[in-house]
């Protein structure tokens, strides 16, 4: 399996613009998170999807942030309007179970200026 | 609220040294405890997992241990090598409802020098 598939890669974007990141999980995962990593906070738990349904978005900083899953295959964060202080390494991770390993994809580092 | 908290933030040895990575969180209720690896521009790999009834795990070089009811978490390096070279990031997760929660802590940055 190619592990968590993320992209783009690498983003920037000015300040005002949407930001649409992806995550493609292991095949097979039925619990899908999206994490946020910045210097000051450490990485933090943003969105965590159960079979495609969202369980818990109290991670989610505003309502700028908006987070979909169509299918077992496909997940989306959205960032509307962008702002500087979103500018971190999100990354992707998805598990088995809710409580097995979670296996993380390798980031989208995204600036915004 | 969980916190955790890895020292040193940082740590620098010679190869070949035999060295301890501690990580401290606030409440003691958690489910499992894990120790990842994370590499420069990549993510994060678990290394480690131990179970809340459980007292430490080995893989290879590395051991950690558990010791719930004074909220503290070592990794044991030994015979370290350039290669181990990283950051390792500590995090628990919640026993309860919320017990597909990892709360990290903010990592220690190893260099192990040739």
């Known amino acids: 399996d190619a592990g968590v598939i993320q992209s783009p890669r690498h983003e920037v974007t000015e300040m005002g613009q949407e930001v649409t990141l992806r995550c493609k999980p292991i095949?097979?995962?039925?619990?899908l998170f999206w994490y946020r990593q910045t210097m000051m906070r450490g990485l933090e738990l943003l969105i965590y999807f159960n079979n495609n349904v969202p369980i818990d978005d109290s991670g989610m900083p505003e309502d700028r942030f908006s987070a979909k899953m169509p299918n077992a295959s496909f997940s989306t964060l959205k960032i509307q309007p962008s702002e500087p202080r979103d500018s971190a390494v999100y990354f992707c991770?998805?598990?088995?179970?809710?409580?097995?390993?979670?296996?993380f994809g390798p980031g989208t580092r995204l600036l915004v200026l | 609220k969980q916190e955790v908290t890895q020292i040193p933030a940082a740590l620098s040895v010679p190869e070949g040294e035999n060295l301890v990575l501690n990580c401290s969180f606030t409440?003691?209720?958690?489910?499992?405890l894990q120790w990842f690896r994370q590499d420069p521009g990549k993510g994060l790999t678990s290394l480690l997992l131990i179970q809340s009834s459980q007292r430490e795990q080995t893989s290879g070089r590395l051991n950690a241990s558990l010791d719930k009811s004074s909220g503290r978490s070592t990794l044991y390096i030994a015979a370290s090598q350039p290669g181990d070279s990283a950051t390792y990031l500590c995090a628990v997760t919640e026993s309860g409802g919320s017990n597909y929660k990892l709360t990290f802590g903010k990592g220690t940055l190893l260099t192990v020098n040739p």
């Open positions: 991770a998805s598990s088995f179970r809710r409580l097995e390993t979670q296996y």
């Open positions: 409440d003691s209720a958690i489910y499992n």
């Open positions: 095949s097979g995962h039925n619990s």
